[in-house]
Nanobody, 127 residues
Framework: QVQLVESGGGLVQPGGSLRLSCAAS????????IGWFRQAPGKEREEISC????????YYTNSAKGRFTTSRDFDTNTVFLQMNSLKPEDTAVYYC????????????????????WGQGTQVTVSS
């Protein structure tokens, strides 16, 4: 079963940084846009960023703009989420997934378009 694997979460103080990794296969990175999501307790899963398959263009929601950066490395078939200036409200389980219906990121993407969800990695921002 194809699955993406997230790692890099942990406990960090407010204002700190973390870099999350999403290990995938080469064909997934080449064929599908990859999205980063998070889900806080009692809240719905929300998309926070995306990186397009074809040209590596990135898309960020308001939750991530200016603080988070998504990138990819084809040598290791890994997508990264660099998170800076972390806030307590960033506390959540973070997931990556592949959009099987799009190669390009879009603000119109819907959750059901994504597949190959990993188990997630916990990020806790607290002093």
């Amino acid at each position: 079963q194809v699955q993406l694997v997230e790692s890099g979460g942990g406990l960090v103080q407010p204002g700190g940084s973390l870099r999350l990794s999403c290990a995938a296969s080469k064909f997934i990175l080449e064929d599908y846009a990859i999205g980063w999501f998070r889900q806080a307790p009692g809240k719905e899963r929300e998309e926070i960023s995306c990186i397009s398959a074809s040209d590596g263009r990135t898309y960020y929601t308001n939750s991530a703009k200016g603080r988070f950066t998504t990138s990819r490395d084809f040598d290791t078939n890994t997508v990264f989420l660099q998170m800076n200036s972390l806030k307590p409200e960033d506390t959540a389980v973070y997931y990556c997934a592949a959009n099987l219906m799009r190669r390009q990121c879009s603000s119109q993407s819907l959750l059901h378009e994504y597949a190959y969800w990993g188990q997630g990695t916990q990020v806790t921002v607290s002093s």
